[in-house]
């Protein structure tokens, strides 16, 4: 009988622990081996094949490194197969870009030590975020455009760029192990792309494990679509880390957000962008909003300052929803800003914080101009939440932040 009770208590306690813990979590730091947080240092080799033109059929990419010429389509239903270890370099004369058009397939999973690499032409030290487009994943899941179906992110080919459906379960394949750098190239004044964007990806498609570094514009945007992504790294990215819109269905875990307070564009950049519709006219009503669910992800910004670009980790727009539980956000001047319809009782109280850390952030939640809005603080604070606000600053929180090292973003 006693060892049953000792054998109890330990199994209750390792549980109380697993459910208090935090920020990202592992057993030990799931960053070795595949990630790299110096890209601009990194020698890949030099491309000895090219990817042009349309991929219309199976393909199978080798260990190697390919340049990605222009805008690379994969389509007819096609599946591209890319093998552990390769190195995809986008070209920055001719903007290389990988789109996955709807129906088709990308199967890119690396290892742990041999991780698959989407980087920038250039030689090391000349490497830019924007250096090329990106990667691009189509589905046919829901959308709450009008319509339902929408066409081009930044291209207006429809026979390729078609996206957006009613298959929830969409399938555009499967992205583990894998790094994208440098991307987000600029196409004109009002289009730039993204290191990786999912337009109405569904619920079969595999996003974890992938590190996005040095994008021009957004990490990942997420346009509709039902998308679950876990370990995530998103580090020192221009724009918005995740950009939510038109009705995604999103849950993001064990993942980390990593800004540097003087990286941004020339609007407001955040961790989490969350919202439900580019413009109240396209929007159908009669199908879903936007809601996201965080689960133990970090969101740093990673000095300690109060000069830099980067005010608010999280923007959540009205017709949006957000809930989060073992969260940590640290070194933020708001931790999350509402707009004026959300700072209405009814409507804030829709959103669901629990048992997060707020750390070292000049005020908790403030209306869009940084100013604090003392109500939902005071709400998100209530004794039920069991949120709590802390000052141990940076470099007290974690094993290591040191991203020139080797970094350990887990709470000590």
Not at 308 to 333: P, Q, T
Not at 345 to 358: G, R, T, V
């Amino acid at each position: 009988m006693r060892n049953q009770l000792l054998l109890f208590l330990l199994a209750f306690f390792s549980v109380a622990t697993a459910q208090n813990t935090h920020g990202i979590y592992g057993d030990s730091n799931w960053f070795n081996g595949w990630t790299n947080f110096r890209p601009k240092q990194a020698e890949y080799n030099q491309a000895t094949q090219i990817l042009t033109g349309v991929i219309s059929e199976n393909t199978t990419l080798k260990r190697t490194t390919y340049l990605i010429m222009g805008t690379v389509y994969v389509a007819n239903n096609a599946t591209l197969t890319i093998e552990p270890g390769a190195v995809l370099r986008g070209d920055f004369n001719t903007n290389g870009t990988l789109v996955v058009t709807r129906g088709s397939k990308l199967i890119a999973e690396g290892t742990e030590t041999n991780p698959i690499v989407f980087t920038s032409s250039k030689a090391s030290e000349e490497r830019k975020a924007g250096d090329w487009g990106g990667v691009i994943l189509y589905g046919d899941a829901p959308l709450n455009r009008l319509g339902g179906v929408i066409s081009s992110i930044y291209d207006s080919n429809p026979k390729y760029n078609l996206f957006g459906g009613n298959n929830e379960d969409s399938d555009a394949g499967i992205l583990k192990y894998v790094r994208i750098e440098f991307a987000g190239k600029k196409i004109n004044d009002n289009i730039m792309l993204n290191g990786l964007t999912l337009g109405a990806v569904g619920k079969k498609t595999k996003i974890e494990y992938v590190q996005i570094s040095f994008a021009k514009d957004d990490a990942i945007e997420v346009v509709g679509g039902n998308i679950d992504m876990n370990n995530i790294i998103s580090f020192r990215n221009a724009d918005d880390d995740i950009d939510y819109s038109m009705g995604a269905q999103s849950q993001v875990s064990n993942s980390v957000i990593i800004r540097n307070p003087f990286i941004s564009d020339n609007t407001r950049s955040r961790c989490f962008e969350i919202d439900s519709y580019d413009k109240l006219e396209n929007f159908d009503p009669t199908k879903k909003r936007t809601v996201v669910k965080l689960k133990n992800v970090t969101m740093v910004n990673n000095e300690e300052n109060t000069m830099g670009l980067v005010k608010e980790a999280i923007s959540l727009k009205s017709d949006s929803y957000l809930e989060m539980e073992r969260c940590l956000v640290v070194g933020f001047e708001s931790f999350l800003a509402l707009d004026d319809k959300y700072l209405d009782m009814k409507e804030y109280q829709k959103i669901k914080i629990y048992n997060s850390i707020i750390d070292s952030c000049t005020s908790v939640i403030s209306n869009e101009a940084l100013f604090k809005a003392e109500a939902p603080s005071n709400w998100f604070l209530q004794s039920d939440k069991l949120n709590r606000i802390s000052n141990e600053g940076i470099l007290n929180l974690f094993y290591s932040n040191n991203v020139n090292k080797k970094p350990d973003f887990r709470m000590k």
